[in-house]
């Protein structure tokens, strides 16, 4: 605990396709400061740590100088925890091809700072451990419900990274055998249904299999999202409530096959498609309920992220920082 | 390390639905004196644990007694390691409709001997661990392909038994939804098929959907068993070999959703079904091949228990043991 007084902050990189946000934070979740650079545009992989650590240095001042930092979390794509490494992330300009040993290279140019870096959805778990919904729980599961599905799954207080580094990715289970396709080259993954492109999917079928009346006949289908789902159902659209319905009701299908490797106290649920509220979780809870075997019934609670809103990644990154042994 | 000299031994009780058998076992898996009772037939618990402690004393006093024995670990149907007790076990006879403190029972009749209990298919991991094929490994799966289908899952060097000690159940994963009636009185778990039952009810499908000629024909189709199937397969038999390659193809796919949850070094299969070695292991690793998320491709090993045998259960039991600390 002394170097934790002694060193009251940690670095958070929550590292996106986009955009890379830089935050310190100190040990109860409050960003102290903040600062961002484009992830994309740079030819190599030195040209973007340059100028990450080139846009760090007025907000490391900010609080003090490196001396008050005790560890830098990475929240990113592809992340390999084991190896601090990014691994052929395909969105990636300077991380497409290869292996790139990211943490190295930010301890290097921190001054030997301890630098960890996982996946963006196991972040997003650790976050929630650390400062969300999820502190003082040891057994848990965080679902993050974005462009894609992705998970992290805590057991024994640990996060579980598997024997390679990438364990947790529930979002390519197969919950539809030969279902749609997704974009992993496979078929019927979890997130082919219940992400924010799975959810604009399932309207358009649902638009196209039926001539039921809806306030989404008025779009391009190609260009409906699931915003633009969850505007129409809060309308009362009955399509476009169905189609919550129905992922609602995929997803605690597929939770309730979760429960049988982990038996979790609990699975929250981070990211945009939450913003249903209880559009998504209601059939999703009497969804799990129909499907769960019994020893587990009445034993999962459901819970939404408490760190929604722009600053959750950075601290979920930020917290990858603290759990560094 | 000290404890473990002065006190080489430790007890196991494969507490079966027909059979509880005990055995005395060292450190490296040497079985040294064994004994069995049988498991029904008791009125209440009292008079099951009186009938096992009476038992165990010869055997206790062939290893020189009880201050000779570590521990005492039980696999047992329906055990809650965070308890120690077997909770609403069907098939036992005292222990079907409540919860049995049965670790605390034993430990007080043999000298508050430190005693834990889980279920078998935990105990089988757990051995595995201790005395196997997984020694030295942090992160697998075990699956037991007996009756029905049991599993073990050990992630960093850990038993996972989830938030209620129940954790592990990969046999009702559901593979197929909405597909075959499952004893759990839910639809297209795995184990209804890639079970011995399973095996055995995938050949009566395959004889009543088509003319094909067979050796199973010669029997009534309710009395074929999964060890008929493979006897006729090892003849040539077309259907039967057909049997098991439609079984090792299913868990193949099973085993790349399992995947997802947490990258295991190995998948090791227990039990009577993996006597069918190739026949079923072939089309399991070609089928996981085919159905893997590509960044787990040719990661984990796929392994036959090396307990296997009339003592792995035992085995698996007494290593619960050894894991108390």
Redesign the interface.
Known sequence: MEEQVLKPYVIGLDLGGTNSVFGIVDSRGNIKATTAIKTQGYDTVEDYVDAAVNALQPIVDQVGGLEQIKAMGIGAPNGNFYNGTIEYAPNLSWGHDGVVPLAKMFSERLNNLPVALTNDANAAAIGEMTYGVARGM??FIDITLGTGVGSG?V??G?M?????G????????????DGRSCG???KGCLEAYCSATGVARTAREFLETSDEPSLLRDMNPEDITSYDVSVAASKGDALANRVYTFTGELLG?AC???A??????AFIFFGGLTKAGDLLMEPLKKSYDA?V????KN??KFLISSLEGSSAAVLGASAVGWDIK
Not at 160 to 164: A, K, N, P
Not at 166 to 177: D, K, N, Q, S, T
Not at 260 to 265: G, K, L, M, Q, R
């Open positions: 040891t057994n799954i057991i024994n640990q579980v990274y598997g024997s390679d990438f364990a947790g990715e529930l979002g390519h289970m197969v919950v539809r055998p992993c080259g496979r299908e309730a096959n979760f049988t490797f982990c038996s979790p106290e499907h075997l019994k020893i587990y034993k999962a």
